[in-house]
């Protein structure tokens, strides 16, 4: 595509004047059939170039045996060719001067090696043509372009609108499509990228953003292969104001595994996906009615500063509801407030309390509604809104709708839920502008996606001396797996401390060293093969006897030697005990799909135990350290439980700032400090244990460092 510019790459693959079929069939009941009858179904305007050297017409129209002989350059070329011609179909395209060419053929990475084989030639074979798919089913754009063989297009009208669909799911699109129709939602564009050998989520979503008709888009992903086209989509939609939402599989790992067969790729633990989406500003969903439901909750009101929500309601049980489905989704119930109170005593309605705002059968009458809303939305104690309307919307829809015109782009988001099946309701209400959920659950959803979505994080400028620092550290270890001496070493380029004590190669220096540190120490094993001491039987505790400290030096060195004859152990650490308050984790990873991440969680032997952890994209600032403490229900024993002492939890905090500086140092792949011994408030925390692992690419012929973006 040498030569070519975005709003070109754009105009091929949403509105091309002219488009290729290559591979298309006569039989009526082949996937190759569709394209061209729905292009012709819909109304594209452009010029349509069937590709088949069996068969001289399709539908009366003109077959072409190759791409050459086509009289004019096809903008787009649409593949449906099997696997093993997919190559030579894209060289020609290549020479034919093809813009953008989408791939339906499937048996590429997502087939095991030898279809990643032949997916990895594709970019080789289209010479510049830019790619979307393999394994894609197509584009949809509203205003005529439906050049897909997604089965939903059989329908006889698309449902025009705003929100922009980027799906990884070829036939997710059709469900999208179909459900937003049922719900009078519209589209301006529907693209299923398939394996993205070339073109991927954020350079597609980047497109989008420049259509003038696209208010949102929304994205169904399997996998992110791309995180750094991702963050930069992410950040330009931030700024021109158009919110992105996802729903994302894989929160099981089932769910992960078979995410990762149907894609080839990578789909990532699945808290390493919220970080990674919550960093870049992208509003993630579990229900997937929430990702076309919620859009305009995020219109028009401003940033929100807390999670505090007011039910108002014409149905108690239906406002019962979305209360519980608030506190399943963490967030508060706004507090009672006596204008709303005054409004409703001034009305004759008595609410009843307790946070929940019943307006019962008066809840059709505008004067009233509107009166609450605007004190809700005046309200500092107050960050959203959920209606609730029950059977009034069912049987008088303009009642129940009318005190509600007017509040589209309202100070803060209002999310509305109908009980019944109100259809006439909710078709008004969308074509309102407002957010309109069919259950509870999508309502608190939407509302909690909302308030929690915070603008994508800054980029990061790179600290250049850490990391060469840290290289300097790795290259002098031998191996991938830092020793505990090494690991600590890293650990004070980062400036946290640990215990004083020194590794003994003999029972004599064990002995010296002890009584240099004057109190109970622990003994540990040092070796990069045995990196889990209290596991493997590496670690003794509480010695204070000059003679327990040789004899334990001795029984460690002979039990480990027994224990792992091939472990390479290189003495014994002799570390002075400690007491704390608590003990927490801190942990660094490299994942390969989503990036650097730090990790807090319960530390020492409870790590895994209670899988009490939180994570953010690395590094983080301070504030966002204090905020990953509040999410770790263990280190309230911490924040003076039951009249203790509280812990430096400020020390905690900027340790975590400093772990997430290795995201400067592309060669490790994963560190971690457990137990983090978190000391009484004003005295530091402890590095009682630090592990770290290099990267297993050579070190020294590592390319030159950049700005790290995610």
Request: glycine content about 10%.
């Amino acid at each position: 595509m040498t030569g070519k510019t975005p709003a070109d790459l754009a105009r091929a693959l949403f509105a091309p004047r002219s488009v290729a079929l290559i591979g298309a069939s006569s039989n009526p009941a082949k996937n190759a059939a569709r394209p061209l009858r729905y292009l012709r179904k819909h109304g594209f305007k452009g010029r349509i170039f069937p590709i088949n050297p069996s068969v001289d017409k399709i539908d009366g129209m003109q077959c072409y045996a190759r791409l050459a002989d086509v009289p004019e350059v096809a903008e787009h070329a649409f593949v449906m060719v099997g696997a093993d011609r997919v190559a030579d179909a894209l060289q020609d395209c290549a020479r034919a001067g093809v813009t953008c060419a989408t791939i339906l053929s499937d048996g590429f990475s997502e087939a095991g090696s030898e279809g990643q084989a032949l997916q990895a030639g594709l970019a080789r074979a289209a010479s510049g043509v830019r790619l979307m798919g393999p394994n894609s089913i197509g584009v949809i754009d509203t205003d005529g372009f439906t050049c897909s063989a997604n089965a939903t297009l059989e329908m006889d009208a698309l449902p025009r609108g705003g929100y922009g669909v980027i799906s990884q799911s070829g036939s997710m699109i059709g469900a999208l499509l179909s459900q937003g129709a049922a719900r009078g939602i519209g589209f301006s564009s529907l693209v299923s990228v398939g394996n993205e050998a070339d073109l991927t989520v954020g350079e597609v979503g980047a497109l989008m953003l420049d259509d003038p008709r696209c208010t949102a888009v929304l994205l169904f992903l399997e996998a992110i292969r791309d995180r750094h086209a991702l963050a930069e989509f992410a950040r330009r939609a931030d700024a021109v104001g158009k919110p992105v939402l996802a729903y994302k599989l894989g929160r099981s790992k089932a769910g992960q595994e078979l995410a990762a067969t149907h894609t080839g790729a990578l789909a990532g633990d699945d808290a390493t996906a919220d970080a990674l989406l919550s960093h870049l500003g992208i509003a993630r969903v579990r229900i997937l009615e929430t990702l076309f439901e919620a859009p305009p909750l995020f219109f028009g009101s401003g940033p929100a500063t807390g999670q505090r929500v007011a039910v108002v309601t014409t149905t108690g049980g239906g406002g019962a509801m979305v209360v519980d489905a608030l506190a399943s989704n963490d967030l508060e119930m706004a507090p009672e407030l006596p204008e709303v109170q005054r409004i409703l005593a001034a009305h004759g309605v008595n609410s009843g309390g307790a946070g929940l705002i019943d307006l019962t059968l008066a809840g059709t009458r505008p004067d009233l509604v509107r009166g609450v809303l605007d004190a809700l939305i005046a309200s500092d104690e107050v960050d959203a809104i959920a209606m609730v309307i029950g059977s009034s919307s069912q049987f008088h829809p303009e009642l129940a709708v009318a005190p509600l015109r007017g509040f589209t782009a309202a100070a803060k988001p209002i999310g509305i839920y109908l009980v019944p099946a109100a259809e006439d309701s909710r078709r008004m209400l969308t074509e309102e502008g407002l957010a309109v959920f069919r259950t509870a659950e999508s309502c608190a959803e939407g509302l909690r996606a909302r308030l929690t979505r915070q603008s994508p994080k800054a980029e990061v400028s790179h600290d250049a001396d850490l990391a060469d620092a840290v290289h300097a550290a790795l290259d002098a270890a031998e191996g991938t797996t830092l020793d505990e001496i090494a690991s600590r070493g890293i650990c004070d380029l980062l400036g946290i401390n640990g215990p004083n004590g020194s590794c003994a190669t003999t029972s004599d220096e064990a002995r010296a060293i002890y009584q240099s540190l004057g109190g109970p120490v622990a003994l540990k094993i040092v070796s990069p093969d045995i990196p889990h001491k209290s596991d493997q039987g590496g670690l003794i505790l509480g010695l204070d006897d000059s003679e327990d400290v040789a004899d334990g030096f001795k029984q460690l060195m002979q039990s480990q030697a027994e224990a792992y004859p091939d472990a390479a152990l290189r003495g014994v650490l002799v570390q002075a005990m400690s007491q704390g308050i608590a003990e927490a984790l801190v942990g660094y990873r490299c994942d390969p799909s989503m990036g650097p991440m730090v990790v807090l969680g319960a530390g020492g032997v409870l790590a895994e135990l209670l899988e009490d952890t939180t994570m953010r994209v690395a590094p983080v600032d301070l504030q966002t350290a204090r905020d990953m403490l509040d999410e770790v229900q263990f280190l309230k024993v911490a924040r003076g439980f039951r009249g203790k002492a509280k812990g430096d939890l400020e020390a905690l905090a900027e340790a975590i700032v400093a772990v997430s500086r290795l995201a400067h140092c592309e060669h490790v792949a994963e560190a971690e400090i457990n137990p983090l011994l978190i000391a009484e408030e004003g005295q530091d925390v402890l590095a009682l244990d630090a592990l770290v692992v290099a990267q297993a690419n050579p070190r020294a012929q590592a390319a030159p460092l950049k700005k790290r973006v995610v």
